[in-house]
């Protein structure tokens, strides 16, 4: 069993430095608008005029139309749409497969889980915790302000990992809990024993908006093994003797490029973002153009 990786293993100064940069860039994309910000219909002190409708009684008379009424001789309010701050949930995943070869894939979703965090509580916006493996844990429901980061981050770097993974069963909890709907974001590899059609199925009973950060390595897609070898399934600890020949290799290939599509399509129809996150590169600037692009837009 694999150990937890320590805040100095995974928040050096140079990577907590960028989060800095990463803040700047997500808000002067946004436009001076809030991350993760949602409109919702609200007739009082709104900010963006929506639309009319007819008065009725009990109605606030100060949001009656009067050039409206001047013209038609009708009684209409104005409505609005309101801006409203949306709760992140940030829900790593904690399982084996994600601390095997190094910690390398659990070292990126941390850091990514750190980095959406910090520019949701440095706009006020609350961040909670809800990390997975066998099971789904709350470690926070939801903290905000720049006060809170480091804790996050301690948080984070007190996280165990655990032996299996059971993505399903981790959102079927999730969903039986009385949270605000928010923005959901999924950090894994996605190698989950029940499945790609479970996850599907459990993603459709979420409330929340959701964001699947699918953590990547380039021998994911090409590995370079070759020969007699023996692999054991560091999660469910099954071994298997393989020949590694051309033959088999092309095979395992075009099962992880089957994957891929796969999980795109859960996405586009859950209507969910999905990011492919290079866990050997620079975090920071794989979510930078996240913003950049607009693909946050979940």
């Known amino acids: 069993m694999s150990t937890a990786l320590t805040f ?3 928040f050096d100064p140079e990577f907590l430095s960028s989060l800095g940069h990463l803040s700047i860039t997500a808000r002067r994309v946004a436009g001076g608008g809030r991350f993760g910000e949602k409109l919702s219909k609200d007739l009082g002190s709104g900010l963006e005029f929506k639309d009319f409708r007819p008065y009725s009684a009990g109605d606030d008379l100060r949001r009656i139309d009067w050039n409206i009424y001047n013209r038609l001789g009708r009684i209409f309010l104005r409505l609005y749409e309101e801006q409203q701050d949306l709760p992140l949930y940030l829900m790593p995943d904690l399982s084996e497969s994600m601390y095997s070869e190094g910690a390398v894939r659990a070292k990126a979703a941390l850091r990514a889980s750190l980095a959406m965090a910090t520019i949701s509580m440095n706009q006020n916006d609350s961040a909670g915790l809800v990390p997975f493996g ?7 429901k939801g903290k905000s302000g720049k006060a809170n980061i480091m804790s996050f981050a301690r948080h984070l770097s007190g996280l165990k990992p655990q032996a299996k993974t ?20 999924i950090v894994s590899d996605f190698f989950d024993p029940a499945g790609l059609e479970a996850i ?16 990547v390595r380039p021998s994911d897609s090409d590995p370079t093994l070759q020969g007699e070898l023996r692999l054991r399934d560091c999660e469910t600890g099954e071994v298997a003797d393989i020949a590694m020949t051309t033959a088999v290799l092309k095979r395992y290939q075009e099962a992880y490029q089957t994957f891929s599509e796969q999980l795109a399509q859960v996405a586009k129809k859950r209507q969910a973002g999905l990011l492919r996150l ?15 692009t607009g693909s946050l837009h979940v």
Do not use: Y
């Not at 066998?134 to 926070?140: A, G, P, Q, S």
């Not at 059971?166 to 974001?185: A, E, F, H, I, T």
């Not at 290079?278 to 950049?292: H, P, T, Y």
């Open 200 to 215: 599907k199925k459990a993603l459709g009973k979420v409330k929340h908006k959701v964001l699947l950060i699918q953590i």
């Open 8 to 10: 100095d293993e995974l």
């Open 278 to 292: 290079d866990a050997e590169g620079d975090v920071v600037g794989q979510l930078a153009k996240l913003f950049e």
């Open 166 to 185: 059971d993505l399903p069963k981790s959102l079927q909890k999730l969903s039986s809990l009385n949270l605000r709907s928010g923005l959901l974001v």
């Open 134 to 140: 066998e099971d789904m844990e709350v470690i926070t």
